[in-house]
């Protein structure tokens, strides 16, 4: 930032280094990734290619949901496991790296990435109504692997949590067919 004083990415990551170092922890928000905080830049890809990466997690979540609607899922990652660094509790990370991780066939990345959440729900807030994604996700883990017994499990625990639920049961069917 000292070099260059117009450099907007250094001055946030400044800022974010500067918290951490604090003890201070610097959660995710959104909120905070407009392009009202993009200065002269029209994107957030112009900011990132005028000034380098961002070391602060909610502009690096923000850089992996744009990579990850251009396609560019692979490059998506890093952004995200930047995030689940500086940021181990966001369960929102977690599963956009699961995705991205069965997307790319690395089922057993996508397990270490959702491992924590499936050991400890509590720590994530997930409860057996509002953790079916996390479900969802960990079975197709375990299909890849060819783990059909953990994969089973899973799909129809969810099952019997929700039968009505078309969605559910399409995803599972769609799962199974897959495999």
Do not use: C, W
């Amino acid at each position: 930032y000292k070099l260059n004083p117009g450099n907007l990415v250094a001055r946030i990551n400044l800022e974010f280094n500067q918290n951490l170092r604090a003890g201070q922890s610097v959660p995710v928000d959104l909120s905070t990734t407009t392009s009202d905080a993009f200065g002269k830049y029209r994107s957030l890809n112009d900011l990132i290619g005028a000034n380098g990466p961002f070391d602060q997690p909610s502009f690096s979540f923000q850089y992996g949901i744009m990579l990850m609607r251009s396609g560019l899922l692979r490059q998506a990652i890093e952004p995200f496991e930047r995030v689940r660094q500086l940021d181990p509790d966001n369960l929102d990370a977690r599963l956009l790296l699961g995705r991205l991780y069965i997307a790319s066939r690395l089922p057993d990345r996508a397990l270490e990435a959702l491992r924590e959440p499936l050991n400890n729900p509590g720590k994530f807030s997930l409860t057996e109504t509002n953790a079916t994604p996390l479900n969802i996700l960990a079975a197709g883990a375990y299909l890849q692997q060819n783990d059909t017994t953990d994969a089973v499990r899973l799909l129809q625990s969810e099952i019997s949590l929700n039968p009505t639920n078309d969605e559910l049961i399409l995803a599972v069917a769609k799962a199974y067919t897959m495999h």
